[in-house]
């Protein structure tokens, strides 16, 4: 299992926001770039960069930020954020972004989320999240009609790298994630899952692991790696422990 580092930007900061608020934002960095290189100096092999504008607006709002942590690292880097077209998902990875994560557009549009699957095959992942079991997009400002698993059946046959799956009301609150809702989702999906929300502890990653035999594959933290609740090094010490999984894919 592997854990990966969320470096989120809003306003071109690195910032943590509780339950996707706008309004209840802590700015951890004025320069990404610095804490995308802090967390591949402590052993993390990806990171995972959200452009928060983006995904309230949109449209890409951080690209010189994020042009920064491609020019700085040299670790895989997942991108999403107001990725809504083709043209965008061409641009970033023409800039050097390894993979793509398509959110809202996928609900909206699932038809692109196949045609990007067709045009850069392993490297579309789709972000559903989930509040009470229910999908929840544009930058988790409209909440949806639509069950979580029943959207992430949609993608099932498109070839899809794989679901990040992230629960809404443990994100940012340092609670704990909700294991039985990621097993729940992962046990109902054969495309491989990155959960995230609420991981908060060492604790919280072994409860976790056993997960990995259903499809979880990584791991995404946030706030507990920004205020040292959890350090980053011990995680991927953890995490490293259990490499078998029933649904494999490539970080």
Known sequence: MIIIPAVDMRGGKCVRLEQGRMNRETVFSDHPE?????????????????????????????????RKVIDTVSIPVQLGGGIRELDTIEEYIDLGIDRIIIG????????????????????????????DNYVSVEGWTEATSIVAIDLAKRFEHMGVSSIIYTDIKTDGMKTGPNVDAIGGFAKATNVPIIAAGG????????????????????LIIGRALYDGSIKLEHAINMAGKRIKTKKFVTF
């Open 34 to 66: 610095e804490m995308a290189v802090q967390w591949e100096r402590k052993g993390a092999r990806r990171l995972h960069l959200v452009d928060l504008d983006g995904a309230v607006h949109g449209k890409p709002f951080n690209q010189k930020v994020i």
């Open 104 to 131: 809202t557009v996928a609900y909206k549009n699932p038809d692109l989320v196949e045609m990007a699957c067709m045009r850069y095959p392993g490297r579309i992942l789709v972000a559903i999240d989930s509040k």
């Open 199 to 218: 991981i908060s502890s060492l604790k919280d990653i072994e409860d976790l692991l056993p997960l990995e035999e259903d499809g979880v594959n990584g």
